[in-house]
């Protein structure tokens, strides 16, 4: 029977020969991840030795945990947060990631998601793994089902496949795209399905491309999102592979619930209005060309990465940024802070105005210089929801790095394609 | 937080509310106040964006209907737990939102897909939920709608009242 590559993953994630959209099975993620929050993981911590009993870890190699909210008080909160999480992680002999960067970014750079690879997470941008062909999902609370048992129930979903044709042109990426896709099939699109991104397009793109749109596919209503491995994915992979790994990849007839093409080349900047990312709200960067923002963010599991960077210091170099804006830019792990510290795109975007921070995750989530009453944010974080980066009285515009960076220069939303004119 | 007594076989009351498509239910308490679990501060604030007297006006048994792609954004859990403190026992929805649909079956919430429900149900109809057969009957409209009934393990979530007391029976050692 022909398969999709999430089939193939979850059927052998299920022990099973294959499987078909709709049926409920329990699956064996190869890794079981967390970030420690509070509220989530401290529950976890607590349920699964109090309430489960549960002394040790029949294999702790498969659960893996990160600290990358939460970094940059350095209060006596946060260490409580994270003595908790690394006493926890010492006792049961987990494996914890703490302060590399956010860690949807640093499970690929560390290796964990090679293609053929079937993670989960309790948080849905997980799915940015998919870029190299690996499969993560976003479980919420059910993770801890996970922890407990070894195994997770799940729907096995159906594939809506995407054909992308054509390149990005200059000032566009995979942001745009996301958006766009938003804009055409609805918040619902891909509702309880995974989209599977392939064609020539598809193929052109880069890693970093890839995961930022991977990374935002619950927008899309889908479960998670994933490219069929190619050369660009198993070179990646076979640098930083932790032990073998088998790539699969969808037969040519295998069936989809749905097919769509996008000619990547069409694609225009795209900003979302505050709220959330639902068609509705999604907008040709022109129409807002007379709104102002006074601060700008460069960061988050969807953007942040070595290209956004590059992207956003082409348009700073020898320009600055508005007098009415303040600009943070949070390289997504301490590895892309590095490269691009070397690559001298820091220094361009220190003297254009803009602030550096250490990776981490509190930006996005409004715990880092949260957002004051009335303030405008153009950002490319994951989220615009009231309330997401600090105020319920400031509003959040999103957009790629390049737009964020051409906003940031102009002090109202700007086409980054004008300020490379 | 951690789940709900079990619902009964058939769920019987009223349709209490009805919202639009991509609802975000963070709204049913105000983004404001999405990290309360307080009982009397989630009475405060439920639903007083709509309608002030919702919370004196619901009765236990009473359902919520959704349109399409319920619990769109970024769900917390406290909305649903202010209106099950009230005594809504399920929501039924042309659809749900995937992240929304996970969380609240996790607590034990019935989640029933309902394709053409908008169409059919004003306020306060009086509805009946069979919700293992995923049936939804609406006396004053005469109709009867069925969805896809959920998986076995769904089910059994429900039963228990919530996945963390089925995983507790399943693998407390």
């Given at each position: 029977m022909p398969q999709t590559i999430t089939e193939k993953i979850l059927a052998r994630a299920g022990g099973v020969d294959s499987v078909r959209p709709g049926q409920n099975l329990p699956f064996r993620p190869d890794h079981m991840i967390a970030y420690d929050f509070p509220g989530y993981t401290d529950v976890m911590f607590r349920q699964m030795h109090e309430?489960?009993?549960?002394?040790?870890?029949?294999?702790?190699?498969?659960y893996l945990v990160f600290i990358d909210h939460m970094l940059t008080k350095g209060d006596e909160k946060e260490r409580d947060i994270h003595k908790v999480t690394r006493d926890w992680c010492d006792f049961y002999g987990v494996t914890l990631h703490e302060a590399e960067g956010i860690g949807h970014q640093v499970a690929a750079e560390l290796g964990y998601a090679p293609p053929g690879r079937f993670l989960i997470h309790f948080d849905g941008h997980v799915s940015g793994l998919g870029a190299f062909g690996s499969l993560g999902w976003g479980v919420r609370r059910d993770l801890l089902e996970a922890w407990v048992s070894g195994q997770i129930y799940l729907d096995v979903p159906a594939t809506v496949r995407f054909d992308l044709t054509g390149e990005f042109r200059p000032g566009v990426d995979n942001r745009d795209l996301i958006h766009a896709i938003i804009g055409r099939l609805g918040a619902d699109g891909c509702a309880h399905q995974v989209m599977e991104f392939g064609g020539p397009g598809a193929e052109a793109m880069s890693i970093d491309r890839r995961q930022g749109l991977c990374g935002m596919a619950m927008f899309t209503g889908a479960v998670s999102a994933i490219f069929n491995p190619d050369r660009r994915a198993l070179d990646y992979a076979d640098a930083v592979a932790r032990g073998p790994y088998e790539p699969v990849s969808s037969d040519p007839d295998a069936e989809y619930s749905s097919r769509h093409t996008f000619d990547l080349s069409t694609i225009e900047p795209q900003v979302v209005l505050p709220g959330s990312a639902r068609s509705a709200n999604t907008r040709g960067v022109s129409e807002l060309d007379t709104t102002e923002v006074t601060k700008a963010f460069i960061g988050s599991c969807a953007s942040g990465r070595i290209e956004d960077i590059r992207d956003a210091a082409a348009l700073l170099e020898g320009r600055k940024v508005s007098a009415g804006v303040e600009l943070n830019v949070v390289p997504t792990s301490a590895e892309i802070h590095r490269q691009a510290e070397r690559e001298g795109l820091l220094d361009v975007l220190r003297a254009a105005g803009a602030n550096i921070h250490t990776s981490s995750c509190d930006f996005c989530f409004g715990y880092q210089k949260p957002l004051q009453p009335g303030e405008k944010c153009i950002s490319t974080g994951v989220l615009n929801i009231s309330g997401r980066m600090g105020s319920t009285a400031s509003e959040i515009y999103m957009g790629s790095a390049s737009t964020v960076a051409a906003s940031a220069i102009t002090g109202t939303i700007t086409d980054p394609r004008e300020v490379m004119a | 937080m951690s789940g709900y007594p079990p619902p009964p076989e058939t769920i019987r009351g009223r349709v209490a509310w009805i919202f639009g498509d991509d609802f975000d239910v963070d709204l049913i308490i105000g983004v404001e106040n999405i990290k309360h679990y307080d009982a009397d501060v989630l009475r405060g604030v439920t639903m007083q964006a709509y309608d002030p007297d919702f919370v004196d006006e619901v009765e236990p048994g009473d359902v919520i209907v959704g349109g399409r792609n319920f619990g769109y954004g970024h769900p917390h859990y406290p909305p649903l737990v202010a209106l099950r403190n009230l005594g809504v026992a399920a929501v039924v929805a042309e659809s749900f939102s995937p992240g929304f649909w996970r969380g609240e079956t996790y607590n034990g919430m019935p989640l029933i897909t309902a394709p053409g429900i908008t169409d059919h149900v004003r306020r306060w109809d009086p509805v009946e939920v069979d919700w293992r057969k995923a049936r939804v009957t609406l006396p004053t409209a005469g109709t009867t709608l069925e969805g896809t009934p959920p998986s076995e393990r769904v089910t059994k979530i429900i039963e228990a009242g919530g996945s963390l007391r089925l995983l507790l029976a399943e693998h407390r050692r």
């Open positions: 309430d489960f009993g549960i002394t040790e870890l029949a294999e702790p190699e498969r | -």
